[in-house]
């Protein structure tokens, strides 16, 4: 099966397995969350041991907490909170200087 990276909003660690959430469906995956990091790549910040979030649909970063796209809120751990909310706001930057076909 082909996702697009564009598609998949995050990434979610289920036991050995991983849930990939996508705009339209959530796919069942067997792959581990950080085999699944390492295929996506770019893009993608991985904001706790559970979570890889497509930066592309970050919609807020408050304490402890990262807001993406259809009101969905994931945790951030306290000790890794200023490192994610540095990756989260480098590409939010990075992502307003790029233009979208």
Same mark, same amino acid.
């Given at each position: 099966?082909?996702? =697009? @990276? #564009?598609?998949?909003?995050? /990434?979610?660690?289920?036991?050995?397995?991983?849930?990939?959430?996508?705009?339209?469906?959530?796919?069942?995956? %067997? &792959?581990?969350?950080?085999?699944?990091?390492? #295929?996506? $790549?770019?893009? !993608?910040? #991985?904001?706790?041991?559970? !979570?890889?979030? @497509?930066? %592309?649909? /970050?919609? $807020?970063? *408050? =304490?402890? +907490?990262?807001?993406?796209? +259809?009101?969905?809120?994931?945790?951030?751990?306290? *000790? *890794?909170?200023?490192? /994610? *909310? &540095? #990756?989260?706001? =480098?590409?939010?930057? +990075? =992502? +307003? @200087?790029?233009?979208?076909?």
């Amino acid at each position: 099966m082909v996702i =697009r @990276n #564009k598609d998949i909003v995050y /990434i979610e660690a289920e036991n050995t397995d991983s849930v990939i959430h996508c705009l339209n469906r959530d796919i069942l995956s %067997r &792959e581990s969350i950080s085999d699944l990091e390492k #295929k996506v $790549g770019e893009g !993608f910040i #991985k904001t706790h041991r559970s !979570f890889i979030v @497509n930066s %592309r649909y /970050i919609t $807020g970063i *408050k =304490r402890y +907490q990262l807001a993406i796209s +259809q009101g969905i809120e994931l945790p951030i751990p306290e *000790k *890794k909170y200023r490192e /994610i *909310k &540095e #990756k989260v706001l =480098r590409a939010v930057n +990075q =992502r +307003q @200087n790029e233009i979208y076909i």
